[in-house]
């Protein structure tokens, strides 16, 4: 019989990279056709008329609604514009509670007394009412009555993928429920910009607007195409469930930073060209820790963009992979015992006059303001905690946490050394002394080194959910495969409320007669100290730290489903409520999904390692088992009754030790079938969720002890499924 894994480790070890990526860019540069698929402003200069393009941009660039009259002006310049580079389809193009992208393609034309007439109108790049039913809602709209609404988010550029113009889209209920994750991520940065600008008002009341900034690092593994085809969880799951760890892994750590193999890098070539050509900045490559794995970053961008971009880029990844005979893994934690893939998201705010909010400034006034925007941040995350551990949480981001180099499921904010000083020497800073302020306004606070934060902040505790990095703050601890929206729009929307609060407290002190920088300094002393309990800078994944930050009162909770309670906290409903970024029904609807979705997955999975162990894994064992048994019968007829003894006494232990763990395996599938159906009858999705957790993944992770235990013992020849150290080492 032949064996697929034989065939799959040869053909990909024979594959050569048929793909000579250096032709794809024919030797041109980035400049060259960097967002030559994106009708940019630039591009709208060209198609569309002067006063309707000032009065886009105007309305754009102040948030305010595009009037139908404008959407129809520029549709026609849209349709011209994407025609005359070959498309012939549109899509609106939008991100439901699934995560991933959706999309429907209607062709650029329609009929008129017979006749067929290219259209575009103004109307469909507006609205469009895509026959949506079957995404998830949870319960915000029945199937019978599907109607959900795409509609057109014009700060996010139109772009081309191949013959499709893609229009970046909202997607809402009929009752104007987001049923996206776009929807309330622009609600966030709304409420950000606002709340920021006005704490902002005390430092400078030139500032108007506060943008978030989004910079993201994607991280992957690659597998050959044979490969993947003959892991079958891989395949079905993003995921192997079963694999013995390869003798070596990442012990070495030479994978990182090391050279990246000649057919991954046309890979990569060949995706950042197409990654540019749809304006997405993709800036830096390279290996990761775990073999096979790697990372790609952009240069940042506002966060509704730049996630737009990511999503956008998942999907080209895909594509460009299988045009190389590649797979590519989005999924958290691929390999047991390897590290697992993150999104780590870079997130910063900056105002319309280009100051980043979050980077130490010039002047002791701009340092002032820094401090302050650094520890609302922490104070947002310290209230919020359990709520951004919600965020990041999913059935397959739970199998990375903690493990391996990623984050644990604590979310606590590292600082680094220097800004942990800065805020102790601050906390100890007598206001009387400290605060010199001089003719031109100027403000010393007694603290000699606050003018001149250094912005290198090396940190490399990698184990940090959520890390200060000199500039901006890195949230780790969101998922390789997530919608970075999920986590950008609590975080947001946190520190909009914090920020709301934070003027409220200044404000409060200035109405009891504090002149306005005692007040703001005040409240930074006594926000200082509100906020320890979430400063850590140690090693996440001791014991003592889980014990501590019980103690501390953050959310040590680690089952997916409950950590999904999260949002309905009262104070999660209540901060999302004023911020007008998630009402309590949309919460109560994502919840469900986020329920839903759980179970499907761990369904998913616990249905094919049922397979797998069944019907590869038991019958090469009891192969196995039985060439040894005839082997037991062979020395019997040849050897003397002592001779036999000694001589099988090897063999009879391994035949002892598949019997032990074939009956183990066996009974595991039976539990764990039992528990599957036994979840499956909870009468809600949160029950069943839980259940699926509780007694569906541990029934899983016992039959893969056994199942590991075979591959280590039987015949490798009989083995058929790809082990750890070919998916990881060959490409
Ligand atoms: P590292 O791996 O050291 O964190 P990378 O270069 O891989 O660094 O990624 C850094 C990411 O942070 C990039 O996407 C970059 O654009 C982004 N970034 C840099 N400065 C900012 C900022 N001020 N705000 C948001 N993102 C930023
Ligand atoms: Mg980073």
């Known amino acids: 019989m032949a064996n697929l894994r034989f065939e799959a480790v040869k053909i990909a070890i024979e594959r050569k990279s048929a793909f000579n990526s250096k032709s794809v860019t024919k030797g041109e540069r980035a400049k060259v056709y960097f967002a030559q698929d994106v009708f940019t402003r630039e591009q709208m200069k060209e198609f569309i008329s002067g006063d309707i393009l000032s009065q886009l941009f105007d309305d754009v660039d102040n948030g ?70 079957s995404f998830p809602s949870g319960g915000i709209r029945n199937t019978f009555e599907a109607r959900g609404y795409s509609a057109w988010d014009p700060s996010s550029p139109v772009f081309l993928i191949g013959d499709t113009l893609c229009i970046p889209t909202v997607f809402v209920a009929y009752t104007g429920e987001a049923l996206d994750y776009k929807t309330p991520l622009i609600r966030s940065t709304v409420a950000l910009s606002h709340a920021a600008c006005e704490v902002c008002q005390y430092f400078d009341k030139t500032i108007k607007q506060v943008h978030t900034n989004l910079g993201w690092e994607q991280e992957y593994f690659l597998v050959d195409e044979a490969l993947f085809y ?27 930073f090391g050279a990246i193999p000649e057919r991954v890098l046309d890979f990569m070539r060949d995706l950042e060209y197409e990654a540019l050509k749809v304006g997405i900045p993709v800036r830096t490559r390279h290996n990761e820790v775990a073999p096979n794995q790697f990372e790609m970053a952009p240069i940042y961008e506002d966060v509704n963009l730049a996630n737009d971009h990511n999503l956008l880029v998942m999907s080209i990844m895909e594509r460009v992979a299988q045009r190389h005979h590649f797979r590519v893994l989005l999924h958290e934690k691929p390999f047991e015992g390897v590290n697992g893939s993150g999104k780590h998201c870079n997130w910063s705010l900056e105002t319309n006059t280009g100051v980043n909010l979050l980077a130490p400034g010039k002047n002791p006034y701009q340092n002032l303001q820094f401090i302050t925007f650094l520890l609302n941040v922490l104070m947002a995350v310290q209230r919020h905690n359990g709520l951004l551990k919600a965020s990041i949480i999913s059935a397959t981001n739970a199998h990375r946490l903690g493990a391996n180099e990623a984050p644990p499921a604590i979310i ?64 780790r601890a969101v998922g390789s495969s997530a919608n970075c929206g999920a986590a950008m729009l609590a975080l947001n929307a946190a520190v909009a409320e914090q920020l709301m609060t934070f ?18 300094f005040n409240i930074i002393k006594e926000y200082i100290v509100a906020c320890k309990p979430i400063r850590f800078d140690g090693n996440g ?11 501390r009162g953050l959310d040590c909770e680690t089952s997916a489903p409950l950590v999904i309670d999260r949002y309905l906290l009262p104070q999660s409903i209540q901060m999302f409520g004023k911020t007008n970024v998630l009402n309590e029904s949309e919460l109560r609807s994502r919840c469900e999904v986020k329920w839903e979705t759980y179970t499907k997955k761990v369904q998913i999975e616990s249905r094919v390692l049922g397979d797998l162990v069944i019907n590869h ?27 036999v003894r000694s001589l099988n006494k090897q063999d009879y232990s391994i035949i002892r030790q598949i019997e032990m763990h074939v009956t183990a395996i066996l009974a595991g599938v039976d539990d764990m079938t039992t528990a599957r159906h036994q979840a499956n009858r909870q009468p809600d999705e949160r029950s069943k969720a839980i259940a699926y957790h509780d007694h569906v993944l541990p029934a899983m992770e016992d039959i893969r002890t056994h199942a590991d235990a075979l591959e280590m013992i039987v015949d490798d020849e009989m083995w058929a499924l790809p082990k750890y150290r070919e998916l990881l080492f060959i490409h």
């Open 617 to 643: 894994v038991l019958p090469a064992a009891k192969r196995y088992q039985t060439m040894l048994l005839q082997n037991v019968l062979a020395v019997k007829q040849v050897f003397s009754e002592e001779e």
């Open 412 to 475: 606590s904010v590292f600082l680094g050394k220097q800004i942990s000083e800065v805020l102790d020497k601050l906390e100890q800073a007598d206001a009387d002394k400290g605060i010199i302020i001089n003719a031109k306004k100027e403000m010393k606070l007694g603290v000699g080194n606050i003018p001149e934060i250094l912005l290198d902040n090396t940190d490399r505790n990698r184990t940090s959910p959520f890390a200060f990095t000199g500039n901006r703050f890195e949230f």
């Open 64 to 133: 305010r609604t595009i009037h139908r009259d404008i959407a129809e002006s520029v549709a026609i310049g849209i349709r011209r514009w994407a025609i005359g580079r070959g498309a012939t389809h549109y899509t609106h193009w939008f991100q439901p509670l699934t995560e991933g992208t959706a999309e429907k393609h209607d062709a650029f034309f329609t009929l008129k007394d017979g006749a067929l007439i290219e259209e575009f109108s103004g109307d469909s790049l507006y609205q469009q009412e895509p026959d949506a039913s």
């Open 541 to 551: 994944y001791s014991d003592e730290w889980k014990q501590e930050a019980a103690r």
């Open 230 to 256: 003959a892991r079958p969880d891989l395949m079905l799951t993003g995921r192997t469930l079963m694999g013995h760890m390869s003798a070596k892994n990442q012990q070495l750590e030479d994978h990182y």
């Open 503 to 520: 003027k409220n407290d200044v404000d409060q002190l200035i109405a009891d007669g504090l002149p306005k920088e005692r007040a703001l």
